[in-house]
């Protein structure tokens, strides 16, 4: 029950994002967001600590400032995978990921 709540706290994080940030669209209906939330969420569990084990000297260089960018790789590879997902840049994939983030954790503190 607890995977279940969490999918759908990630589903309505990526479409408060979607609502803010101009660059990102989801066409289609509840469902894609719960498919762009599962897609990111398997990303970041199985791609993204490779990835980030991978460069870990050009992230201790930029003083963690790196892992910003694996984040926005995560999302242009979620668009890529979800046919209804799309983001238009560097900079609306970004905020994109932090606004996921944020929302994300205050949902979570709220429930």
Do not use: C, H, Q
Request: hydrophobic letters at 70%.
């Amino acid at each position: 029950m607890g995977l279940i709540i969490r999918i759908l706290i990630s589903a309505v994080a990526v479409y408060v994002a979607t609502y803010f940030i101009p660059g990102v669209s989801v066409s289609g209906g509840p469902l894609t967001y719960i498919i762009v939330a599962v897609v990111l969420g398997l990303l970041n569990a199985f791609i993204k600590p490779i990835l980030t084990i991978l460069t870990i000297p050009i992230t201790v260089i930029t003083l963690g400032l790196f892992l910003l960018v694996i984040n926005v790789l995560m999302v242009y590879l979620a668009a890529y995978l979800v046919s209804g997902f799309a983001v238009s840049g560097f900079i609306a994939a970004l905020l994109f990921s932090i606004v996921v983030s944020i929302v994300t954790a205050l949902i979570d503190a709220i429930v």
